[in-house]
């Protein structure tokens, strides 16, 4: 077939048969339409200026549009063994429809790609477009199942994939507005790495057979929402029991639950929620949210690990002011209580000025990292600093420390009849009693006024100066703590 001279011409070849390879070379033509073509080899078009060019149940080897430049390019019913290849063109709109497996590479589109009604695999890489949408599939059963690999991929707009079952999908180095997976079943986890998205992340109604995979180095400057992704056993072929036995247990029923990761990562803001009967974990790995984590609906959870920092945790109408208060709110949210998760929510509390609440957080994070340290640490964290000192945050733990040190120096007074001017060691004398009370209150306050003749000896001072130096502690970091949460 010769090339088609001059511009402001139509062609349309149809129902012909072509007993060798066709290659359309620097063709220039307003539409170019091929129905019905067969083609012995392969139909290649290269270096070709066309306005509109549809391919519609052309039947090649192989289909090649190469360093050329189209207004519109549709490719319709190719067969399934069929390969077509997009490479180093460009073009305005591309509309490929049920047709077998499909590579594109170094191409430019001004506004979208259309891939619907997927019959092989797809490969696409170095592709520039408005946007971009794999749609549907007309393949059932295990073999016709496709993977679908995108790499170095920009979409100025939308990135859509709906209503597919895949083997794998693969999303490598993407970069788009607006990134949307709706009703997608996965054979294999889902795999992305550098997906950087500057509007919204939608994973929606997703299903997976085994694990649900995740991202990893990926950037999401607005929403993540992650809903209704579920897992669905794999087919097992039943056998009957034999007779005089139990029926086997069917496999598949775990109720563990599934997890979507988001590794080395940052998003904006995510917002999870999950099915009656299908428990979704979104996990957090050496990743930052920096705006907030939505409250989960149903039974869905967070999970934070090394390094996560999270800005700030919806919070609703809970309270922190006890123990069963945090840890209910914190199973309610993440998987397990954690120094992260504890920090998450203590952050949160601090920046809605919760003062006490966040103070209580901030014992309980301290407490536990205490708990984890070799034991000489752990004595000391948790016993003096946490236990005594309430990590400075705490007044009633250095004033309960100072009460008990006075009552317990009063009774050991008491006991000894030391010293002899305060009177007999009777227990019915509640005058002595008072007596060591008050004396007990002068050494930890280093009150000398008024004290017997036999304290003012050179060993009564020392003991004293000890007593002083301990209750000197205890009572400024007592008034210390109340004057901070009232100046706060």
């Known amino acids: 077939m010769a090339a088609a001279e001059g511009d402001g011409r139509d062609l349309l070849v149809r129902r012909r048969d072509v007993d060798r390879p066709l290659h359309l070379d620097r063709v220039s033509a307003d539409r170019l339409e091929l129905v019905h ?46 390969e077509i290849s997009l490479a180093d063109s460009t073009a305005e709109v591309i509309d490929v429809h049920s047709c077998g497996p499909l590579t594109v590479h170094g191409v430019r589109v001004a506004e979208s790609v259309q891939i619907a009604a997927v019959r092989g695999g797809v490969r696409v890489k170095g592709l520039r477009t408005s946007a971009l949408a794999v749609r549907s599939q007309a393949t059932s059963g295990r073999r016709g199942r496709p993977g679908v690999r995108l790499e170095d991929v920009r979409a100025v707009e939308s990135l859509l994939f709906d209503d597919l079952w895949l083997s794998s999908l693969t999303l490598q180095d993407v970069d788009t ?40 180095d990926s950037d999401v400057r607005g929403l993540v929402e992650v809903r209704g992704v579920r897992r669905i056993a794999p087919a097992v072929p039943v056998q009957r029991p034999a007779p005089g036995t139990a029926p086997a247990p069917r496999e598949g029923g775990s109720d563990e639950p599934l997890e979507l990761t988001f590794r080395s990562s940052t ?50 109408n809970a309270v922190f002011r006890r123990a069963a208060h945090v840890n209910g ?28 609440e966040a103070d209580e957080l901030y014992y309980r994070i301290r407490q536990r990292e205490a708990a984890r340290a070799p034991w000489p640490r752990r004595l000391l964290g948790n016993g003096l600093l946490g236990g005594v000192f309430g990590w400075g945050v705490r007044a009633r733990n250095p004033a309960r420390a ?28 509640f005058s002595a009693a008072a007596k060591s009370l008050v004396m007990a209150c002068a050494l930890w306050f280093n009150v000398g006024v008024g004290a017997p003749s036999e304290v003012k000896t050179y060993a009564w001072t020392a003991t004293a100066v000890c007593f002083t130096v301990g209750g000197l502690v205890f009572t400024t970091l007592t008034v210390g703590i109340v004057i901070r949460k009232l100046v706060r």
Do not use: Y
């Open 37 to 82: 073509v067969d083609v012995a080899g392969i139909l290649a078009v290269r270096s070709c200026v066309i306005e509109e060019l549809v391919l519609d149940h052309c039947s090649a080897d192989a289909v090649l549009v190469t360093h050329s430049r189209i207004g519109r390019l549709t490719i319709r019913n190719a067969p399934a063994n069929c």
């Open 177 to 216: 507005a607006s990134l949307e997976l709706r009703r997608v079943r996965l054979d294999a986890p889902l795999i992305g790495a550098g997906v950087h998205c500057r509007d919204v992340l939608r994973i929606n109604g997703m299903v997976v057979a085994g694990e649900a995979g995740g991202l990893e």
């Open 267 to 316: 998003v904006r803001r995510v917002r999870v929620s999950a099915e009656e009967g299908a428990p979704l974990v979104v996990g957090l790995d050496n990743s930052v949210v920096t705006e907030a984590l939505s409250m989960p609906s149903g039974p869905a959870r967070f999970r934070l690990a090394g390094d996560s920092t999270v800005q700030e945790v919806d919070l609703g």
């Open 329 to 356: 709110f914190l199973e309610r949210v993440f998987t397990r209580v954690t120094s992260n998760s504890l920090e998450a929510v203590r952050a949160t509390l601090a920046r809605q000025r919760r003062t006490a």
């Open 402 to 429: 100072l009460l008990l040190g006075i009552l317990s120096t009063a009774l050991a007074l008491r006991l000894a009849a030391a010293p002899p001017g305060l009177g007999p060691a009777r227990w019915t004398d």
